[in-house]
């Protein structure tokens, strides 16, 4: 950062060392220069503004009675020392801004030095510091009042301290020690109350002006500017003989006495000699004047100063003027456009009509006045005093020098101080005209407004021709075809060409009642016009239309003209805009193409306006002119005024979530950084307003961004990291300082951005993938498992069927036809043994069924148990003598498949026990939904031996499977049994295992993962 702010201070260096051509023009009065003014009461001020000085960085300071203030162009910030050392007094008198970049405070308790950012007090007995100046070699002096150690009134700095010199010295103990200046030889001026003194160690001259010599204890030389010719200009608070402003040459004192002004009469505050060598003039009370040569300019409340008393003066790098007054601060630059009033002369109030002639002179025409302006100076032909008539209307020059005016209803011709009328052959008015010309033939065409409207062709100061409306189209401008004959510029906003007494019409597309303003035929034969709705053009039989579409930057334009380089000048509503004639040749060519253009507003003086008649002109030294209905504004394209300083650029502050931090190289912001904001400026006086900015933030903009004026950046997203912010900036002619500023500056993370903390969550985040890979290989190995189990309890059941009934059955038949076998020759017993041998395989036949029936039960049924457990006393062929009482209470629910199964298989294997074993008479089979669903399977037979109830029997496993199966659904299974009472089997199956949801829930699939996890893989919704 400090190297940028080097290469702007060495840019800027550069150029002042340059032609002074910024400051302001002292050809042109002080009204013609823009004047901008900061009043007490605006707010900006803490105090009366009382010192004024600009450092090398670019800022300018004002010291008030109540602190100081840094100016940008646009902002007064108040200053305070960073470190928190206090200024000696807040009342400030006097600055300066000394070449090595620091700043010399002067205040009425003492003097301070703030200075690579530190402020150094001196000692506070030296009183009030009233001028501070620095010379050829480098030393700061200064002068001060009321000094409590006696010191003498000329101090100057050595290092830390200060030396102070008085008689002894040759300086004189002044009651009033209040100007202090340094000439071209190093010569050392110093103003008190009762002499001037040159100054020198070892050399002392003093000068007593004679009405000072009675002047003690009152102020006296208050003001001094060195001329370059190594005379001095003294002021002096008092006005009276050998007072005001007196011009010290060769050791003689010299009033200053001009026609506009007396110089002794003057009260002097302060002089200044700016870089064209012109002297300002501060006074206690009648304002500010500028002397250049003998051009005396005056300026004061009524045209506009802040006070009329002024107390300052300053220029700036660029310069500007600026004068500090009791009640604020006024600055004075060029315009590129002049505007002339009757201030600056004009014998009118209203500039209706303008026109250049041949010799230079400048004719005005408007209300009650048409003036010649010639080599700077207006004369007025008044109404009643020479002028024939009131308003004065369109003006020609012809081809003999003799200029044609329109006076109100009258045609006139001025010649040698005299004016001719014109008149009609039937002696009737011409009525107002708006438009002359005068033909490649010397003849001349007025356009008048009648009644009716009529074109008129006047030869030999006859009128020739008339052509009234309608036959002849209403028009507004009249211009001369270098071909021939003449071009019309219609109230429709159309061309008529008239050639040889025909009329040709060329129409454009407009709105309607859009006039044509100007007319402008130029000799390669186009014709261009200036309208409500753009600038329309015809050449060579094609016609366009210039508008916003094209860039202008607005479409209502008054009139137009060529300078000297073919560049064309439209004077719009929205400012005066400059064409080169390339990019108008461009349009011509391409007529969709956008221009490049320089656009003049109102920074730059213009005030747009209409004027009824003449609107331009060029005069012969190539300057423009522009009526608009009130003024005269003129620019000269020769001479505009170019600001090739470009301006220094500073970040000036960093606001982040409302708090500021000072702009400080490698500035470290705290974590969670929100809402940032970071202030520059660029410091360029001339118009700031026209100052523009581009910025870049390396480490999050991909590209510049041009903010247009605005000087505040705005970031809402930046994460933690280190970050460069550059910002350039162009003043109001575009010369951009391509160095700018640069901040360097960083955003620490958050305990959650930390590089450990992101470390810790990829590391969690690889841990939580692995723990979910393997978490998913068990729930895979499970599913497999699962699937395994539920193969391997299926066989295990189908080993049991089989064991139990199948296969005893079989050996069973196989024992019968053995016997059988065994006595062969038995035909009876053979008899006996087939038939019990069919009822043994029937038997086997049966149970084989029972087995497939027991496997072709599908789980996709949803809710056909009670159907199956029905089915299955059907199944087992009960005896004759056993009756089945069969139950359902409640409504039926969808059941999970497997759980159903499971109670199925339940069920039937306590019927298919109650049917072969237990010989009862009776069987009851309950089956309830209620919140948990219940199954219940009562006999009345001879019941089941204890040791088997709880052991089951010897090679068989019906009721191993019973509590197998209950206990993989986690069900409740009970089995009571009495020879007396039979056997009861019940099983109750909780509800939310049992019972089937059309959409579980997350919690209830979680749950019934859990449980399939936990070993129960046969509950799966899937």
Request: negative net charge.
């Amino acid at each position: 950062m400090r190297i940028q702010r080097a290469l702007s201070l060495c840019i800027l260096l550069l150029v002042l060392g340059a032609s002074p051509l910024l400051a302001v023009d002292p050809n042109r009065s002080i009204s013609q220069y823009a004047h901008s003014v900061w009043r007490i009461q605006d707010g900006v001020f803490m105090g009366t503004p009382s010192a004024i000085a600009q450092t090398t960085n670019g800022y300018l300071w004002i010291g008030t009675k109540a602190g100081l203030l840094r100016f940008d162009g646009v902002r007064f910030v108040p200053w305070t020392s960073p470190n928190g050392m206090p200024l000696p007094s807040l009342d400030i008198d006097s600055l300066l801004g000394a070449r090595d970049g620091s700043l010399w405070i002067g205040t009425r308790d003492g003097l301070s030095h703030w200075i690579n950012e530190h402020l150094i007090n001196y000692a506070s007995a030296m009183g009030v510091i009233t001028s501070i100046v620095e010379d050829h070699d480098g030393t700061v002096w200064f002068t001060h009042l009321g000094a409590l150690d006696g010191s003498g009134p000329l101090c100057h700095v050595t290092g830390t301290s200060t030396q102070c010199y008085g008689k002894t010295e040759g300086v004189p103990n002044f009651d009033f020690a209040e100007s202090l200046d340094v000439d071209s030889l190093g010569n050392l001026w110093i103003g008190g109350d009762t002499a001037l003194v040159r100054w020198k160690p070892g050399s002392s001259d003093s000068y007593g002006p004679i009405g000072l010599k009675s002047n003690e204890g009152m102020q006296g030389v208050t003001g001094l500017a060195p001329d370059v010719d190594g005379s001095m200009w003294a002021g002096m608070a008092l006005g009276g003989p050998g007072m005001g402003l007196q011009h010290f040459v060769k050791s003689v004192w010299k009033p200053f006495i001009a026609p506009e002004l007396d110089g002794r009469n003057l009260e002097i505050e302060t002089l200044f000699m700016d870089s064209h060598n012109a002297l300002w003039v501060g006074t206690l009370k009648r304002g500010l004047y500028r002397i250049f040569g003998h051009r005396v300019d005056h300026f004061q409340v009524a045209d506009g100063l802040s006070s009329n008393s002024v107390l300052r003066f300053w220029e700036d790098h660029e310069g500007n003027i600026w004068a500090v007054t009791s009640r604020g601060v006024d600055k004075f630059s060029n315009l590129q456009v002049a505007t002339l009033s009757t201030r600056e002369g004009l014998g009118t109030e209203e500039v209706d009509a303008v026109l250049a002639a041949r010799d230079g002179t400048l004719w005005i025409g408007g209300a009650e006045s048409l003036d010649a302006l010639r080599d700077g100076k207006v004369t007025s032909i008044q109404a009643g005093k020479g002028l024939p008539g009131n308003q004065v209307t369109s003006l020609l020059e012809d081809h003999e020098g003799q200029l044609w005016v329109g006076i109100d209803s009258t045609l006139t011709v001025y010649r040698n101080g005299r004016f001719r009328w014109i008149k009609k052959p039937d002696g009737s008015p011409f009525g107002v005209i708006v438009g002359m010309a005068e033909d490649s033939d010397n003849n001349i065409w007025l356009e008048t407004i009648g009644p009716p409207r009529t074109l008129i062709r006047i030869h030999d100061l006859k009128v020739q021709e008339q052509f009234p409306a309608p036959g002849m189209p209403a028009a507004r401008q009249v211009a001369a075809d270098p071909a021939g004959g003449i071009w019309l510029g219609t109230r429709n906003g159309d061309f008529v060409r008239h050639r040889n007494g025909h009329a040709e019409v060329i129409a454009f597309k407009h709105a309607q009642d859009s006039q044509v303003e100007h007319l402008l035929v130029k000799s390669d034969g186009s014709v261009q016009g200036a309208t409500a709705f753009g600038l329309i053009g015809w050449k060579q039989g094609k016609t366009q239309t210039l508008t916003t579409r094209n860039g202008l930057p607005c479409n209502s334009i008054f009139s137009m003209i060529p300078d000297d380089a073919g560049a064309l000048w439209l004077y719009t509503q929205c400012g005066l805009i400059e064409i080169e004639n390339t990019e108008m040749q461009k349009w011509w060519e391409q007529p969709d193409s956008v221009l490049k253009l320089r656009v003049f507003d109102q920074f730059d003086g213009v005030q747009p306006g209409w004027a009824p008649f003449q609107k331009v002109a060029r005069t012969p030294d190539g300057r423009l002119w522009f009526a608009n209905g009130i003024v005269l504004q003129m620019i000269d394209p020769h001479h505009l005024y170019e600001n090739v300083l470009p301006p220094p650029v500073h970040v000036e502050g960093v606001i982040v979530d409302r708090k500021s931090y000072l702009p400080q190289e490698g500035l470290r912001l705290p974590p969670l950084t929100r809402d940032f904001e970071i202030d520059y400026t660029a410091l360029s006086f001339v118009i700031p307003q026209k100052v523009r900015f581009r910025y870049k933030l390396e480490g999050h903009d991909t590209d510049w961004q041009d903010v247009g004026t605005r000087r505040q950046a705005f970031y809402n997203d930046l994460h933690p990291g280190k970050y460069a912010f550059h910002v350039i900036a162009c003043n109001n002619d575009g010369v951009w300082n391509e160095a700018g500023a640069t901040l360097n500056f960083s955003i620490a993370p958050g305990w959650y951005q930390t590089n450990w903390f992101l470390a810790f969550c990829a590391a969690s985040a690889l841990l939580l993938v692995w723990g979910l890979y393997r978490l998913r290989l068990r729930q895979v190995a499970s599913s497999i498992s699962a699937q395994f189990d539920e193969r391997l309890a299926e066989r295990t059941r189908l080993a049991r069927e089989l064991h139990d009934t199948f296969l005893q059955t079989v050996q069973g038949s196989k024992m019968v036809a053995d016997d059988a076998l065994d006595a062969g020759s038995d035909e009876k017993r053979m008899r006996n043994a087939l038939e019990k041998l069919s009822t043994w395989l029937a038997q086997a036949v049966d149970e084989g069924r029972a087995a497939l029936q027991s496997l072709r039960v599908s789980t996709i049924e949803k809710n056909r148990l009670s159907e199956s457990l029905q089915r299955a006393t059907e199944d087992h062929h009960l005896p004759a003598s056993m009756t089945v009482a069969f139950s359902v209470i409640g409504d039926a629910r969808d059941l999970h498949p497997i759980v159903r199964d499971e109670v199925y298989r339940v069920g039937y294997e306590a019927i298919r026990n109650a049917a072969m074993h237990s010989r009862a008479s009776r069987l009851e089979i309950d089956l309830r939904y209620a919140n948990d669903l219940s199954l219940r399977v009562k006999d009345n037979g001879v019941g089941i031996d204890p040791s088997i109830s709880d052991d089951g029997k010897t090679g068989h496993f019906g009721l191993q499977g019973m509590r197998e199966r209950a206990a993989r659904i986690r069900s409740k299974l009970s089995i009571m049994s009495s020879a007396n009472a039979g056997t009861e089997v019940t099983l109750i199956v909780p509800g939310n295992i049992v019972y089937r949801k059309t959409r579980p829930t997350v919690f209830e699939r979680l749950k019934a993962e859990a449980l399939r996890l936990g070993g129960f893989s046969s509950i799966d919704d899937r």
